[in-house]
């Protein structure tokens, strides 16, 4: 079976495409820069797309059995200007449009199409209300960045399509958890903010078997993947801290106003809290690994 990723470079294609080679299949990286020789495995091959030019290799579109969509600038790699805020949206958007046109007209074999969202769809906490895939999307850069983002992909005709809601992704490997943790190493656990903002997260092996979950099983809809145990930004770094230093740190909380004057617009999103119900992928049988930080703190450090 021969499974097609966009993104499949970054932290979550890296390790999402050598779990499915694990599990038998081909994988086909759509990849944007230069095709030169790789030798990851004799089971992975590149083909090329360019979002802005709007091409695609057509190929490998054909022959995809399953697709998995996972391309899009990183929220957090610098800070916020117009110009980043739009390459956010459109690496978003545009990969969407030309991936969901090129499998209604070449992708007959396609089983399942997997895209990533976020639970940025759902902006931040209000009155005490647990999100849930019925909530409209916010109206915020984010909100409305998801929106337009499923609604691209939800273009797709041929196949079944599922959105996944992604939370605060949790792996030593990047993302969040180095930079929550550079702190320590001075003995200093930091807050940001008041500490006190929700942190809706999922571990990346748990977000990796949703992954191939929703493929296998051809789900179909919007689905919110994150842990069943939410935390507090404050109980989220005690707990790394204890586990790295034991007693041994100092806390400090880090002013919000700070923090946006160092970090810009984009350390909002770090800022809000956001509490999300985990209970549609649970009724669709899926079982967490690791449903709460105490059964998965060792592996963050």
């Known amino acids: 079976m021969h499974v097609v990723i966009t993104g499949g470079t970054g932290l979550i294609g890296c390790a999402l495409t050598q779990a499915l080679i694990k599990r038998g299949y081909n994988v086909s990286i759509l990849t944007t820069s230069a095709i030169k020789e790789r030798t990851f495995s004799d089971s992975i091959q590149y083909a090329q797309w360019d979002t802005r030019k709007m091409i695609i290799d057509t190929e490998v579109i054909s022959k995809a059995d399953y697709i998995i969509h996972l391309a899009g600038a990183n929220i957090a790699s610098q800070r916020w200007s117009q110009k980043y805020k739009d390459q956010i949206r459109n690496s978003r958007i545009n990969s969407s449009n030309l991936l969901a046109h090129a499998v209604n007209e070449y992708g007959s074999k396609v089983k399942c199409l997997i895209s990533a969202s976020a639970i940025g769809w759902y902006g931040e906490d209000r009155d005490n209300h647990t999100f849930t895939e019925e909530d409209e999307a916010a109206k915020d850069f984010i909100g409305t960045t998801c929106l337009d983002w499923e609604t691209a992909i939800q273009q797709t005709k041929v196949c079944p399509v599922a ?18 943790t550079q ?9 940001l903010g008041n500490g006190r903002q929700i942190m809706s997260w999922i571990h990346l092996d748990d977000l990796i078997r949703i992954y191939i979950t929703a493929m296998e099983n051809q789900w179909s809809g919007s689905f919110n993947a994150v842990a069943p145990v939410p935390l507090s930004q404050r109980e989220l770094s005690l ?63």
Not at 167 to 175: D, E, P, R
Request: proline share 3%; net charge positive.
């Open 183 to 191: 702190t320590l190493r001075y003995g200093i656990c930091a807050f």
């Open 163 to 180: 959105c996944i809601r992604t939370g605060i992704v949790l792996t030593k490997a990047g993302g969040a958890i180095p930079q929550l």
């Open 239 to 301: 707990n790394l801290a204890t586990a790295k230093r034991g007693k041994f740190f100092s806390s400090i909380y880090v002013p919000g106003f700070l923090l946006k004057i160092i970090k810009g617009e984009g350390i909002s999103e770090a800022l809000k809290s956001t509490t999300v119900s985990c209970r549609k992928i649970k009724e669709m049988g899926f079982t967490f690994q690791y449903p709460s930080i105490t059964s998965c703190v060792s592996t963050l450090i």
